[in-house]
């Protein structure tokens, strides 16, 4: 998906879309009690504890933009990645994070005039020519994505969060604005969190708790984080377990519940583009042979883990998916789910299905 007009907002729409109060007593935040890894600190928010020459930061500068230029349309002839003009963007969002004073980098100063970073040199070098010749993505080089209104960190074994899966958090203030049941409060479940980044979204629109579960241990530290950063642990718990394993203390009291689950089919993974299938976690994306294996999983448990009246919102690969989960639903959980419907995304793919238990 591809546009014309780029803001570092809307920077993940270049990536192919993939089709993620207090607590009760005894009640564990998490389900999983081995040591996390620690997750790395966004660029942005590193001190500027490194110091560079104006020339020597020049010269790195000049050596980036022709990295960036000598790209051209390949990227984007091969399987709809980057051109130069984007790359050209994303360097200066990098000179952005990384210098203390960006402007300096268009400044006529003396050669030997110091220049604090938050990266040193070799770090820079290494990570644009990362982004250039890897293709790793460049919210892995930054270590942070910018969605909705949030800044969240992601690193790799985590998947980038997509301007499409905020609609998302649209779909639940709307069904709490028509339900007044919904807007007491209760407890909501975003599962396969990632980033946190959905759970973030939806509990500040929300009266209630969210719980956010993650089968991956490095995508449940950078949640964590994420959630800290933003001070909503009163809010948000998130437990490491796969699907609702975690939720068993809640099973048949969520309000609502919320995923953005693996859906790519198998065989269409490796023809994604680049920064997608060599670098985002497979885990996150592989929803098996036709991609509806955890879709499906995601339905059953609805049924078990929502209260009467509790709403779900799924995101699907489009269309077809959309279909066959309402097929589903209407055909071997008859009298399970009601008002189901399919909702569409910015670009009109008909990508949500929404409802509510009975």
């Not at 004073?101 to 020519?129: G, K, S």
């Not at 089919?265 to 023809?271: A, E, L, R, T, W």
Request: hydrophobic share 40%.
């Amino acid at each position: 998906m591809k546009s014309s007009c780029f803001t570092r907002a809307s920077l993940s729409s270049i990536l192919q879309p993939v089709f993620p109060p207090r607590s009760n007593p005894g009640r564990p935040v998490f389900c999983s009690t081995a040591v996390r890894p620690k997750p790395r600190t966004p660029l942005y928010l590193r001190p500027p504890a490194f110091r560079a020459t104006f020339s020597e930061l020049q010269k790195w500068h000049i050596w980036a933009k022709n990295k960036a230029t000598s790209v051209g349309p390949t990227f984007s002839d091969l399987d709809n990645g980057p051109d130069s003009a984007l790359l050209h963007r994303e360097l200066n969002w990098l000179v952005e994070d990384a210098v203390e004073n960006p402007n300096l980098i268009r400044a006529c100063l003396d050669d030997t005039a110091p220049v604090w970073l938050r990266a040193c040199l070799e770090e820079l070098y290494e990570v644009w020519r990362q982004r250039i010749e890897e293709r790793r993505p460049f919210q892995y080089v930054v270590g942070c994505e910018h969605w909705r209104d949030l800044i969240v960190s992601v690193e790799e074994g985590v998947l980038i969060p997509r301007p499409e899966t905020e609609v998302i958090v649209d779909l639940v203030d709307d069904a709490l604005k028509r339900n007044e049941e919904l807007r007491n409060g209760g407890v909501w479940a975003d599962l396969g969190t990632g980033s946190g980044a959905l759970a973030i979204g939806i509990a500040r629109v929300l009266g209630g708790r969210v719980i956010a579960t993650d089968l991956s241990p490095v995508a449940v530290a950078v949640a964590s984080y994420n959630v800290q950063r933003y001070d909503l642990q009163d809010k948000i718990a998130v437990r490491e377990g796969s699907w609702f394993d975690p939720l068993k203390d809640v099973e048949g009291e969520l309000s609502g519940l919320v995923s953005n689950p693996p859906y790519i089919p198998s065989k269409d993974i490796d023809g994604l583009q680049a920064e997608v299938c060599k670098h985002e976690p497979r885990l996150a994306l592989d929803g098996g042979a036709n991609g509806m294996n955890d879709l499906l999983r995601l339905c059953n448990g609805a049924a078990s883990m929502l209260r009467p009246g509790g709403f779900f919102a799924f995101e699907t690969n489009g269309e077809t998916q959309s279909k066959i989960l309402v097929d589903y639903m209407d055909a071997k959980m008859k009298g399970s789910f009601c008002n189901t419907m399919i909702m569409s995304d910015f670009a009109g793919i008909q990508r949500f299905v929404t409802g509510y238990r009975t």
